[in-house]
């Protein structure tokens, strides 16, 4: 099998999940609605737990496949992606999953890795929403599984936020001879700091890079324009840079859509996570129905 092959197959595989359960925890059905009240203003906390539990069960899940005998998928753990395919097919093939508790609504997943380690395609990103069967207990269930790859994901946040002089979007420096663990692969986001005088200046300066100057590239000569700008302008680091719920990936948001469509238990998870979001409203009427 080709890296490639390998890759389809697993992504193919994961996106059939859609709807199963994933056997790693379950919260017990609440007795009374004072109880089911309370879990639905905390059932939330679970999702960095059950996160973490999906993206550990996804090797368990795929190396239930026939790979004939190539190798193994293996999580990395710090490491990128999170799963990866061990055997003697190169380039190796990659998975990143991401999961993502719909009821929150904002996808807060970052994704920072640069879009020049992507060139052989052999990396996918993996999108897992989950829910708890019934809404605020149960196992979690999966509502829908996207895959994509992390090169169109990159592409996609680069030409997004890349905004100069307003947004810069910088590369990460060369590390290759470091060890692997201090190898930096992840692109950062810069916004504009300065005066209203300041960024006429500096638009006239990015002016003159040519017709192309607002494209991002991660050409070491582009990367070192960008660099110019900002030592001679104040700019801050943004934290919320990369969020994937932000990125503007058109199949992406299609998927998000989706979901927040989804109708479960005689609402949509939209209007769910208005019911559970709203602190002055009686919510007995509705999680009865879940009881």
């Not at 890795?113 to 060139?119: A, E, M, P, Q, R």
């Not at 916004?191 to 006429?200: L, M, P, Y």
Request: aromatic share 12%; net charge negative.
């Amino acid at each position: 099998m080709t890296s490639n092959e390998i890759l389809e197959k697993a992504s193919n595989y994961l996106e059939s999940l859609t709807g199963s359960t994933i056997p790693v925890l379950e919260v017990f059905k609440p007795e009374d609605l004072e109880y089911a009240t309370h879990l639905s203003k905390v059932i939330s906390k679970l999702s960095p737990l059950v996160g973490n539990m999906i993206e550990y069960n996804v090797c368990q899940i795929l190396n239930k496949l026939d790979w004939e005998n190539e190798g193994l998928w293996v999580r990395q753990d710090p490491g990128f992606p999170d799963t990866i395919f061990k055997g003697t097919v190169e380039p190796i093939p990659g998975i990143e999953i991401k999961t993502w508790f719909p009821l929150a609504t904002e996808i807060t997943a970052r994704f920072k890795d640069s879009v020049k380690f992507f060139n052989e395609e052999q990396t996918n990103v993996a999108l897992v929403a989950w829910l708890p069967e019934f809404i605020i207990y149960g196992k979690p269930r999966l509502i829908g599984i996207w895959v994509g790859t992390a090169k169109s994901l990159a592409e996609a946040r680069d030409n997004h936020y890349h905004n100069p002089p307003d947004y810069l979007v910088f590369e990460p420096e060369d590390t290759s001879g470091r060890t692997q663990n201090l190898q930096q692969t992840n692109t950062n986001g810069y916004k504009f700091q300065g005066s209203t005088e300041e960024f006429k200046v500096a638009e006239e300066e990015v002016k003159g890079w040519g017709k192309d100057s607002k494209q991002f590239s991660h050409d070491a000569e582009y990367q070192a324009k960008l660099k110019q700008l900002m030592g001679k302008y104040n700019y801050r680091l943004d934290t919320n840079f990369a969020k994937i719920d932000r990125i503007q990936h058109g199949d992406l948001e299609e998927f998000k859509n989706k979901i927040l469509e989804l109708e479960i238990h005689g609402y949509s998870i939209k209007e769910w996570s208005k019911i559970i979001a709203d602190e002055e409203k009686d919510i007995t009427e509705y999680l009865n129905k879940l009881l």
